[in-house]
């Protein structure tokens, strides 16, 4: 989000240059820079003990592709509570453990994605209602079927180094 208003007094903002940041949008009133605001959130990366990675098609969207599990972090989560939080959410599976690998922008919906491992027991899913189905893959499977320089696709080549 880039604010063309300021969030707290609703006065039109000016640009002022700021330190080394540049031109940013300033509020006069509030005497305050405003900042581009962007969303966090984590991309799991969900493997079993036989490294297979669970991808999912939601409901939602472009219902063809598989992705991973992914959300938004809430207010005080970390990221692997986060990541954890998703995966038992969409999927019904419990993570044993959850760690950081990877991040990258979204620029075409302001997002942070932070890639996340999540190492899981293999079992049937409880899909939840965002989704259609959820189907285990081998790595090299995985990797070929999610969309070629998507940011899951990195991920998941990400993780098979740390894995394989």
Known sequence: MRFEYCPFCGKKTILKEIGDEGQIPYCEDCA?????????????????????????????????????????????ETPEEAGAREVLEETGLTAESVRYIDSAFYDGRDQLMLGLLA????ADCDISGELLEAKWFTFDEAVKTVREGSIIQRFINRAKGEIV
């Open 32 to 76: 305050r820079p405003l900042f581009d605001m962007f969303s966090t959130c984590v991309l799991n990366v969900v493997v079993n003990e036989d490294n297979e990675v669970l991808l999912i098609r939601q409901s939602y969207g472009d219902t063809s592709r598989y992705v991973g599990v992914a959300g938004f972090m809430k207010v005080g």
């Open 119 to 122: 190492k899981v027991k293999k």
